[in-house]
């Protein structure tokens, strides 16, 4: 299970012109879910971002987590992060997990996250939205459940 964790002031998703979610002052995660991950991959990433320290304290430090400043989670699914451009010029999207799959641990990572931070938003799986944001920072890392970077 693949991510990008990005800190953000404000998030949001729009389908067309209509607004579907947002958050302030929090995290976005894009989540990637790849063939052969299992709940024990959203059970590791789930606490690994709301735990990841990466706001800042009152001495300008990267120290406090999303659930210390008690920000919000927007998460999105993009099968896309699992793309692999190693070969020709059009990435192949082949180590992504079927969709029945990949939604049953998507709607898994939801709930445990949604457990523990006070708003958790979500994009709609497998519809094309638009997502607009603003990084502070700017704050992104990579996170994978089977890899340490």
């Known amino acids: 299970m ?18 579907i979610s947002s958050i302030e002052r929090g995290v976005l995660v894009f989540l ?20 990841l320290r990466i706001f800042e304290d009152e001495a300008g430090k990267m120290n406090l987590s999303v659930l210390d400043i008690q920000g919000e989670m927007l998460v999105v699914s993009q099968f896309t ?22 939604r049953k641990l998507y709607d898994h990572f939801l709930s445990l996250v949604k457990k523990k931070v006070k708003h958790v938003a979500q994009g709609y799986f497998q519809t094309m939205m638009l997502i607009e944001l603003v990084n502070n920072g700017p704050v992104t890392m990579l996170l994978d459940s089977r890899r340490n970077f």
């Open 32 to 51: 990637g879910i790849e063939q052969g991950d299992r709940e024990s991959d959203a059970d590791y990433l789930s606490n690994k971002i709301i735990n």
């Open 2 to 19: 693949r991510s990008v964790v990005q800190r953000v002031d404000r998030a949001d998703i729009r389908i067309g012109d209509r607004y």
């Open 81 to 102: 992060l699992l793309g692999d451009c190693r070969k020709g010029r059009r990435p192949s999207f082949t180590g992504a997990e079927n969709p029945d799959c990949a």
